[in-house]
């Protein structure tokens, strides 16, 4: 077998042999210190260690890059904007026909403004629909699956998060803006519009109900595109709960409903917030589905939960194009300035996942989108 | 105060006792079954949607599905997606060579190197960066290398923007797989005298084999379905793939899905559906993979 043979050892005269043949120059010696030196450093996992350290740095150096060139581009309009990038409506690059004007060194096109409150407002928004509807269903159907359930069908379930965690969001998309969309405009919505009380208070769920484009269409595609982060954590923290208390719950008296209810979810609950911060995390950035369900509605509050809409990161996949017309490259920076933003905002609610779990102690959470 | 358990006692038919918070029996029964009720129906709203996008995407695409779409470029009145299929199959290529490197090697100094607060920085790095939105991710790729250093819209453009984004994934998948793989194996190797590169190479990463293949596979399936971080790095075009690093736009198939999908002919319609159906076997392709990937390797343990 070759095996054996291939295990380098330690005597090889050979190498050093060979070694002494390349080094002309110098004396016998030196040869022979530097094949030894050579052969100490592979085998002290130098080698191994570097290589595979410097592997481990790219990640981090990646990530400070991204800030940094970010923060470099975006600087000149968030000098530019100032606060008003976070309190004005008007998304306006300017016109292209009049001269570039120059303000704090910064080339810009006449009467650029720049007002990313709908787009924050909209990322927050459709995010937080996506929260409220998906945390629930995801932590009810993981209950029933550990709980109530047989093994093979918590299995199946496994499958099932897994092909909605792998389907492209482009096909949610499609599915959102094709079929889920027009079915909201024409069931849901007239139905809960009509419904709601009429109290000043609840205006923003009452009047137009659009055409399925809108801010409700998008929370509810982003719910199902969270659903499997929060659905599978949850499923793999209610296995895990021990065993002891459970029974001890149960013979004290309680029911099924109340032990899973009083004993396993409090035994859970810091992981599933923590997974619940992360699905945010997921439905802040997401893309392609939301800007082909949003309408791409740009400059203005929507009036109602129906009516288009759009998110930081619809506006810069639909501007980009327009974005590049811009000559002074103004109109690129802001929209630099609006990623900063979506960056920092992400970054802060997955950092606070991780610290809630760590804290909670024990638990791992999944890489990003939780796949 | 005792009545109620008396005559709960007393026989059949008589009422039942009051529970230590004086709620009389039947309203635990009714929560439980509301309870279940409602996890029930949980269930079910997950599984609809899901059932809904499958129905939606094969029942549009399959009735008028032609074989030649997979291999017929893209003109302007239609043709196939092949051009598209080949460059989704070159950048996936490219993640798997990139991404593997830089994944497979953090994830083995994380297991194997990094503790304390040095790997506690590098994992939390790593773990941030692919929570970092993929839309962001290709909106500095457009800045820094396709502007910044006039790559143009170009493959090696959009595979190192790929590539950032899926490492985490392989790091985190191999860095638990070789977290399994018993102490005993790395002593043994250490008594045998092994160099530690070959000692990694030849024990400690074979057994933690079915984990790495599995972040692989993670990678894949991102570098399949993403969108967001190719629009504005990979640029688009009907050509076929031209593997030049730089200057050369590539066409991918969520691209056909995200530019099609509103166009007023149903030609264009159709072939976004056909590219959508594609996206989703090619998914259900590598779910089942990585499932018997797991279950051999399961085997495997088990037979040891």
């Not at chain 1, 810069?316 to 609006?338: K, N, P």
């Not at chain 2, 941030?128 to 170009?154: N, T």
Request: aromatic share 8%; proline share 6%.
């Amino acid at each position: 077998m070759p095996k054996a043979q291939r295990i380098p050892m330690a005597r090889q005269p050979s190498a050093v042999a060979t070694a002494k043949g390349q080094v002309q120059p110098g004396p016998k010696w030196a040869g022979r210190a530097v094949a030894t030196a050579a052969r100490n450093l592979a085998r002290s996992g130098w080698l191994l260690r570097g290589a595979t350290g410097a592997a481990a740095l790219v990640p981090v150096v990646a990530l400070a890059g991204i800030l940094a060139v970010l923060a470099e581009r975006a600087w000149p309009a968030i000098v530019y904007n100032g606060l008003g990038f976070f309190t004005h409506v008007a998304w306006d690059p300017g016109s292209s026909y009049g001269n570039p004007v120059r303000t704090g060194g910064a080339l810009h096109q006449a009467g650029a403004t720049f007002g990313a409150l709908p787009l924050i407002l909209g990322t927050l928004g459709s995010s937080a629909i996506a929260i409220v509807v998906a945390v629930p269903v995801s932590v009810g159907a993981a209950l029933v699956v550990v709980e109530k359930l047989p093994p093979r069908m918590a299995n199946v379930l496994g499958l099932f998060l897994e092909v909605l965690a792998g389907i492209p969001s482009v096909v949610f998309g499609l599915w959102g803006a094709l079929s889920f969309g027009p079915l909201i405009a024409r069931d849901l919505a007239p139905l809960v519009a009509r419904h709601v009380p009429d109290l000043p208070v609840l205006n923003f769920f009452r009047g137009s109900t659009g055409n399925g484009e809108g801010l409700l269409t998008a929370g509810l595609v982003l719910a199902v595109m969270v659903v499997p982060i929060v659905a599978s954590t949850t499923r793999d923290l209610l296995r895990q709960v021990p065993a002891l208390p459970k029974e001890g719950a149960r013979a004290l008296g309680l029911s099924d409903w109340e032990v899973s209810r009083l004993v396993s979810l409090p035994w859970a609950r810091s992981g599933i917030i923590g997974a619940s911060l992360l699905g945010l995390a997921r439905a802040l950035g997401e893309t392609m589905a939301v800007a082909m369900v949003s309408g791409a509605f740009l400059g203005a509050n929507p009036s109602n939960i129906y009516l288009p809409f759009t998110t930081i990161a619809a506006t810069i996949v639909s501007q980009l194009d327009s974005a590049f017309t811009d000559g002074t490259g103004f109109y690129v920076r802001a929209l630099a300035e609006a990623a900063l933003v979506l960056a920092v905002i992400t970054l802060v609610a997955n950092v606070a996942a991780r610290l809630l779990v760590r804290k909670a102690g024990g638990v791992a959470l999944p890489v990003g989108r939780g796949i | 105060m005792a009545s109620p358990a008396a005559t709960s006692l007393s026989g059949a038919g008589a009422r039942e006792p009051l529970d230590l918070y004086g709620r009389p029996p039947w309203r635990r029964r009714a929560a439980d079954r509301a309870g279940w009720a409602a996890c029930l129906l949980a269930l079910a709203l997950m599984g609809a949607p899901l059932v809904s996008v499958l129905w939606g995407v094969v029942g549009r695409a399959l009735p008028g599905w032609r074989w030649d779409v997979l291999w017929q470029p893209a003109t302007s009145q239609g043709g196939g997606l092949g051009s598209e299929i080949l460059g989704t199959l070159v950048i996936v290529a490219g993640v798997v060579v990139v991404a593997g490197t830089v994944g497979i090697g953090s994830g083995i100094f994380l297991s194997e190197y990094a503790s304390g607060m040095a790997g506690s920085v590098l994992r939390a790095g790593s773990e941030v960066l692919a929570g970092i939105p993929s839309i962001v991710l290709g909106y500095v790729g457009y800045l820094a290398l396709v502007i910044g250093l006039h790559w143009q819209f170009s493959l090696g453009a959009a595979l190192l923007t790929l590539s950032v984004l899926t490492a985490p994934y392989i790091a985190k998948s191999t860095e638990a797989a070789l977290r399994q793989v018993p102490t005993s194996y790395r002593e043994g190797a250490d008594a045998l005298g092994m160099a530690p590169l070959h000692a990694m190479r030849r024990i400690t990463l074979k057994a933690a084999l079915p984990g790495v293949v599995t972040g692989l596979l993670i990678a894949v399936a991102i570098a399949i379905g993403e969108t967001a971080p190719l629009l504005y790095t990979a640029g688009f075009t009907d050509n076929l793939p031209s593997l030049r690093w730089a200057h050369n736009p590539v066409g991918y198939l969520t691209y056909a899905v995200w530019t099609f999908y509103n166009q007023p002919s149903n030609v264009f319609q159709d072939l976004s559906f056909d590219a959508a159906l594609v996206l989703v076997v090619m998914v259900l392709v590598l779910i089942a993979v990585s499932r018997a990937v797991v279950a051999r390797a399961g085997r495997h343990a088990e037979r040891n």
